[in-house]
Nanobody, 122 residues
């Protein structure tokens, strides 16, 4: 089992920044690809960004290109999502996710956090 706990969500004005954190426990963190997903009100969950176990490979959704950056600190068992130039349409519950396969973490990761709310006001 892998337990994931997100933090860092909150209310921010459009154009502002937030950094989400996700601390993992229960598994060898560096062996797992990690990702961030989000679910906006009334919409389906969507992929945001992912990073490989070593931190070298990343993949992101076009909607966040140039604004969001995923990173990880394997010594701290933590993955981050730095969100800049936030827009009202970024408002969603953001979920941290993990899987042993980078390909799988992009679509159907096996482990999920409980989510953290991000609200961007206009």
């Amino acid at each position: 089992q892998m337990q994931l706990v997100e933090s860092g969500g909150g209310l921010v004005q459009a154009g502002g920044s937030l950094r989400l954190s996700c601390v993992a426990s229960g598994r060898t963190f560096s062996s797992y690809a990690m990702g961030w997903f989000r679910r906006a009100p009334g919409k389906e969950r969507e992929f945001v960004e992912a990073v490989g176990g070593s931190g070298g490979n990343t993949y992101y959704a076009d909607s966040v290109k140039g604004r969001f950056t995923i990173s990880r600190d394997n010594a701290k068992n933590t993955v981050y999502l730095q969100m800049n130039s936030l827009k009202p349409e970024d408002t969603a519950v953001y979920y941290c996710a993990g899987d042993s396969s980078f390909v799988t973490v992009l679509r159907r990761p096996g482990y999920w956090g409980q989510g953290t709310q991000v609200t961007v006001s206009s």
